[in-house]
């Protein structure tokens, strides 16, 4: 029979039987299992805020990482990449960013070193190099078993803290045999990479532009896929657009209809933080296109809607700017008004003659990024804990399986859920969900 530890996460080892016959037979068979309370799968930005609110709970957890914390930021990200928000705002409470001026932006060396700096300062125990392979209920339906390379660790209660990045969605468009390099955004590094030839950028929400940006400047030909969008300033009348969602409410904001969960939001911080402007990038010899669609004969074609598109864009930005006057004005804050932030400059050629189809060896298309986003993967999750689509069926994080949670989604609780310090109140409410079950 085995023995097991209590909640302190000491492991044991199942006791081999007596003879020198049978010993390494049952060392094959021999499996370590370990106990815990609650067991946190995943240690980037939700992992640590999960493990800091346990902590302050006086909730006994261990925290599993597959990797290294912070993973993605380390592994999954281009060289030249910065936080979208600034330093004062994409952070936690009790940790300021060092060496960091908190209205910059934060390159992603920075913030995997703050957020290792985090766990060592809240002494989050975290395992790191452990992958669970599968999560499922106990064989008496209380409880759950993770199993890892390692061993079996059982645990009263589970939160899934994998995040929304899991699985780099590639669309199968445009054959390999075509010789054109492709690739996610997720694999993208620097310019110097890809080869000679002109880029098409699928894709143009923070990582979409940005990369596109990136290669512009680098003095590549470069075509840019424009989907629907929210486009906000960077920053209005003195304050970052961070700063202006906040006050305007938008970050507590629940989800949206069905369908419209995610919202693609064309914003940056490179270059010291500036607004991401699609006509800006026409003048500057970038060609924008509709959304890409069929492939045949050498030739992509694309969706008519780049002007739509862009308008649509155009309206969010302003009705951001005009929402902002107003909370000015109600509020009699002494805020320095911006009128040329109003002004929208007219249609590029591209936009008033979008390109439907373009022939990609014509071009000298050589390469191609897909900031397509991602897709969710729970398939090692085998707890009836999701809908007919395959998402976790939750309400803030808390599923109908007692004991088991998820967190770092978009949409979790609010708009603000999947980002840094969002993740961190949605953390705050699961443990103080778990504390109340224990």
């Known amino acids: 029979m085995a023995l097991r530890t ?11 039987p007596p003879g020198r016959r049978a010993a390494r037979r049952w060392k094959e068979r021999a499996m370590t299992v370990e ?4 067991l946190v799968i995943g240690g980037g930005q939700a992992g640590v805020a999960m493990s800091e609110h346990l902590g302050r709970q006086g909730l006994p957890h261990l925290v599993v990482e597959r990797h290294r914390i912070a993973q993605r930021w380390r592994t999954e990200r281009w060289d030249s990449l910065v936080a979208n928000g600034p330093a004062w705002h994409d952070r936690f409470p009790g940790l300021e960013f060092a060496g960091i001026d908190p209205d910059s932006f934060a390159g992603k060396e920075a913030i995997v070193d703050y957020f290792v700096t985090y766990a060592r300062q809240i002494n989050a125990p975290i395992r790191e190099g452990v992958e669970v392979l599968s999560l499922a209920q ?10 890892t390379p390692q061993g079996r660790i059982e645990a ?11 699985c780099p969605i590639l669309p ?3 054959p390999q045999a075509t010789g054109i390099a492709q690739m996610h955004s997720a694999a993208y590094r620097n310019p110097g990479q890809l080869p000679e030839g002109a880029v098409l950028v699928v894709g143009a929400g923070s990582s979409g532009s940005q990369i596109a940006d990136e290669l512009l400047r680098a003095g590549k030909r470069v075509y840019l896929s424009v989907g629907p969008h929210d486009r906000p300033p960077r920053r209005y009348r003195g304050k ?4 202006w969602l906040g006050a305007l409410g938008y970050w507590d904001a629940k989800a949206r209809a069905p369908g419209m969960e995610h919202v693609t939001i064309a914003v940056s ?3 010291g933080g500036d607004v991401v402007d699609f006509r800006r990038f026409a003048a500057r010899g970038m060609t924008l296109l509709g959304r890409a669609g069929r492939f045949s004969d050498g030739v992509l074609h694309f969706a008519p809607d780049l002007a739509r598109n862009i308008a649509n864009g155009d309206t969010n930005y302003l009705t951001v700017l005009q929402e902002a006057d107003a909370f000015v004005a109600r509020n009699g804050l002494d805020l ?9 400059g007219p249609d590029p050629d591209c936009v008033s003659n979008p390109i439907l189809s373009l022939s990609l060896a014509g071009a000298g298309i050589s390469a191609i990024i897909w900031a397509t986003g991602y897709a969710l993967d729970y398939g090692w999750v085998k707890v009836d804990a999701f809908d007919e689509t395959g998402r976790p069926a939750h309400q803030r994080g808390v599923t109908d399986v007692p004991g088991l949670y998820f967190l770092g989604l978009p949409w979790l609780s609010r708009r603000a859920s999947p980002f840094i310090w969002g993740v961190w109140h949605d953390a705050d409410y699961l443990a103080q969900h778990i504390a109340a079950r224990r």
Do not use: K, Y
Not at 35 to 38: A, R
Not at 156 to 166: I, M, R
């Open 269 to 271: 911080g490179a270059n």
């Open 156 to 166: 009263a209660n589970v939160v899934v803290a994998t995040g929304p990045f899991q």
């Open 35 to 38: 106990q815990v309370e609650t």
């Open 240 to 243: 970052d657009f961070v700063w």
């Open 172 to 174: 199968d468009v445009v």
């Open 336 to 344: 320095p008004p911006d009128p040329d932030a109003h002004l929208i």
């Open 6 to 16: 209590g909640s302190s996460g000491r492991r044991v080892n199942l006791p081999g």
């Open 138 to 147: 106990g064989t008496d339906g209380a409880g759950f078993v993770a199993e």
